[in-house]
């Protein structure tokens, strides 16, 4: 709201880095609707002499007017910097200008003036500030104070400050609104300037040595009016005054605009790159040039480069396949969807522009496209009408390179009413798309490299099977938030004789690919060590000194479980890791299992204990890395107490449990770890469908191993298994009855979703497959157990050896 100036006050001069500021809104007709005080004292008419007048009347600026908005000279002035007719369609843009008026009794005045656009509610159309320029004279009224030590000294930076007509009642929304019309301006700096003008009671107009305000966001020089000799029109971004003993200010607008340009790709450069997300990065590059380089911009880039794969290989051609990754507009909503819609994929035709920009590599200017450009333009795409988008219009387009590899391209256009680009613009957005493309390049590099770590994680990781003998399991890896997204977490299940399940968990300290390749290390030596039936605390101890021999990094923490269906018993040892919550079936309680816990892996020295823990059918098991239940500044036992609540929630099934267990853990803030979780719900094996026989060194016990498997299948009712049951089970025992020592030979059936036969004997040396020759009457029992049955293998111990084999079992038996 404008206050004007309390009565009995005298006219004030710049006094503290301030002069008295006009303010005059125009209204879409070219009428003054609003015409403040410091406008009466400048241009020397009264308010109700002004409102209602065309603005052109009144003051120097119809220039800044759109072309059907009125404006007429103004007494006797110079319009040195009036905008020429043909740029007069330009009103939808910041403008700004000076001139020197004179009326009746006054002297002669250098007015500089700013004319801003304004959108929403009301008759407004433009904003008008105007001041004495006289007054920023350093060699009479009005001086500066301001020092700028690092600043050109003949070089002095003006902001203005204001209020608007009365609708801001306030001071705090007249502080919201003026950053909107001055963008440099932030909200403390605005918030100071309405205080000023409050309190002063006019507007007033602050110049200083730091401040830069951007009048005129787009760029070109206007044609003087011929014949009439003037002075240089002021320059994109803030209006410059050289302090000089003169009483006319000198703009230099060819300094200027350079200077603005450079400025404008600084602050580009500074908003593009703040991420190396591709997706992110796109959208900063797009956005950076609409609306102040251009009112459209269009981002294409080759599928190899927005697939993440390697550096494009050769000069793209016509059937390189183009992506367009992004576009910005300031036209309406939707306008561009149908035409050239975001993710579409297109190879460009030879006789087009654009085809011209992507091979040669060099930016393409078409100041105004003609109608015979755009039909000829439009007329090479099959099935899209270009024309009523790009006809009138100026088209620059800049490759994206990196490394004279051209990755994409830049289609920038500007409206009809804007100036075209010119040779000058070429060179500034060839200079954005040359930065752009360096910015781009390094995302796709870390997008290219996070994609092969992942790779190698994902092939660390197994496939594990979701039903185990007497157990369901279920997991899940979550990558962590930072540092390439890659870590040492790892989960595995490995089948073990005896219808056994291990289940391991285990994270290599650090991230990176160094402790994914120890994971894959560690992950297969607890493999190996696993079917070699060694006990948890012995497996941890093997572990531990293979640690320490690969290299004092080796640090890492696991958890090694071994569950027995048959016995309902999980045999566990810890080396430092969170420890695990086991989810009771009888009530549906979780409580976290108090374990002996030793040391990380590749410590040294520490011993290890296994503990037993007695379960039930139905009960579950879960195992997960710190990044699930720790975060940076909470205690890890409030996030085990999240980690048993979650798990006891009920669920359908496995997958939704360990689904409901990161909805509720992994919403935590501060999660920057990777995270590994494995959950086994431990079913147990009925005795019913368990049975066992011991068998005496005797080659007649074959033919009594056979008789028995058949009656037991029978008594399963597992009529269709019988057959080939008794010819592998034949080979087994035949095998151990040549190769066992002395004792006896054990067999073992367990009916689950398959049926698992094995046969143990006193003979540590494994069993192996052997290549018989036609005329051998031995080596070919294992060769027919491998071909009949759906899985087989061996294990060793000290004490001897289990060979076994699953046969699967029809559906209609179970």
Not at 733 to 749: C, P
């Amino acid at each position: 709201m404008d206050r004007g100036i309390p009565p009995g006050l005298p006219r004030p001069l710049a006094a503290a880095g301030r002069v008295p500021l006009a303010v005059v809104v125009v209204d879409g007709d070219g009428l003054v609707s609003h015409w403040s005080t410091g406008a009466r004292r400048l241009f020397g008419r009264a308010r109700e002499d002004a409102v209602g007048r065309p603005a052109g009347d009144l003051m120097p600026v119809a220039g800044a007017l759109a072309e059907n908005e009125h404006g007429v000279a103004h007494g006797a002035y110079d319009t040195y910097d009036e905008l020429g007719p043909e740029l007069h369609a330009r009103g939808s843009y910041p403008t700004a200008g000076w001139a020197k008026v004179s009326g009746t009794g006054r002297d002669r005045l250098d007015v500089l003036w700013w004319a801003y656009p304004l959108v929403g509610p009301g008759p407004g159309r433009h904003l008008i500030l105007a001041a004495d320029a006289g007054q920023f004279r350093t060699d009479g009224e009005g001086e500066s104070d301001g020092k700028g030590e690092d600043e050109d000294p003949d070089i002095l930076r003006i902001a203005p400050g204001f209020a608007l007509h009365t609708e801001f009642q306030d001071a705090d929304a007249l502080a919201r609104r003026l950053p909107d019309i001055l963008p440099n301006m932030g909200p403390a700096e605005s918030g100071r300037i309405v205080a000023q003008v409050l309190e002063l009671g006019y507007p007033v107009l602050e110049f200083s040595h730091h401040d830069r305000v951007p009048v005129t966001p787009d760029w070109g020089v206007p044609r003087r009016a011929a014949g009439r000799q003037s002075a240089p029109e002021p320059s994109v971004g803030a209006a410059r005054l050289r302090r000089e003993p003169v009483p006319r200010p000198r703009l230099d607008l060819e300094y200027a605009a350079v200077r603005e340009r450079l400025e404008f790709l600084n602050e580009v450069s500074g908003r593009i790159g703040t991420s190396l997300d591709l997706a992110r990065t796109i959208r900063e590059v797009t956005s950076a040039a609409v609306p102040r380089f251009a009112d459209f911009a269009g981002t294409h880039l080759r599928a190899a480069v927005l697939a993440g794969e390697g550096f494009p290989d050769g000069p793209p051609d016509v059937t390189t396949v183009w992506h367009r990754v992004w576009v910005e507009h300031t036209d309406e909503p939707g306008r561009w969807d149908d035409t050239v819609p975001v993710g579409e994929a297109i190879s460009f035709p030879v006789h087009t522009p654009f085809f011209q920009c992507m091979v040669t590599g060099e930016p393409v200017l078409i100041p105004r496209l003609s109608e015979e450009d755009g039909d000829r333009i439009s007329g090479e795409f099959e099935k899209r009408d270009l024309r009523p988008l790009i006809n009138n219009r100026s088209l620059l387009l800049v490759p994206l390179k990196a490394r004279d590899v051209v990755l994409g391209f830049m289609v920038l256009l500007r409206r009809p009413d804007r100036e075209p680009f010119d040779d000058m613009d070429r060179t500034t957005g060839a200079e954005l798309a040359a930065r752009a493309g360096l910015v781009l390049d390094n995302a796709r590099m870390y997008t290219y490299q996070e994609q092969v770590a992942e790779t190698l994680q994902d092939s660390m990781l197994p496939q594990v099977t979701p039903r185990m003998a007497g157990c369901d399991i279920a997991t899940r890896y979550l990558p962590g938030t930072q540092l390439g997204r890659i870590g040492g977490d790892w989960f595995d299940a490995v089948k073990l004789p005896g219808s056994r399940t291990a289940l391991i968990v285990g994270d290599v300290m650090g991230h990176g690919l160094n402790s994914a390749a120890m994971m894959g290390q560690l992950r297969t030596a607890v493999q190996t060590m696993a079917t070699m039936e060694m006990p948890p605390a012995q497996l941890l101890r093997n572990l531990d000194d293979l640690a320490q021999r690969l290299g004092e990094l080796y640090l890492a923490t696991c958890l090694y479980a071994v569950y027995d269906p048959i016995h309902s018993e999980l045999q566990i040892a810890n080396a430092g890791h969170v420890p695990p919550v086991l989810v009771r079936a009888e009530d549906g309680s979780g409580e976290v299992l108090d374990l002996p816990t030793g040391a990380p892996i590749g410590v040294g020295g520490v011993a290890f204990e296994t503990a037993i823990v007695r379960v039930r059918p139905g009960d579950r098991l879960v195992l997960c890395t710190d990044g699930l239940v720790e975060v940076r500044g909470e205690d890890i036992g409030d996030g085990l107490a999240a980690l048993c609540a979650s798990a006891a929630h009920p669920a359908a099934s496995m997958d939704d449990a360990c689904d409901t267990i990161i909805r509720a853990l992994n919403t935590r803030g501060g999660r920057k770890d990777d995270v590994a979780l494995l959950m086994a719900r431990l079913n147990g094996i009925p005795d019913e469908n368990v049975a066992e026989y011991k068998l005496a060194l005797d080659p007649r016990e074959v033919a009594r191993a056979r008789r028995l498997v058949r009656g037991r299948l029978l008594d399963w009712e597992l009529p269709d298994a019988v057959e080939t049951a008794e010819l592998l089970v034949s080979e087994l025992v035949t095998n151990a009855m040549n190769h066992a020592r002395s004792g006896r030979v054990g067999l073992r059936l367990v009916r689950t979703d398959a049926l698992l036969c094995e046969v143990m004997d006193d003979e540590p040396a494994p069993a192996a497959l052997l290549d018989a020759g036609r005329d051998d009457e031995f080596g070919r029992g294992l060769r027919v157990v491998s071909s009949l049955a759906r899985e087989w293998g061996a294990s060793t111990t000290a004490l001897g050896k289990t060979v076994w084999f699953e046969q699967a079992l029809a559906r209609k038996a179970r």
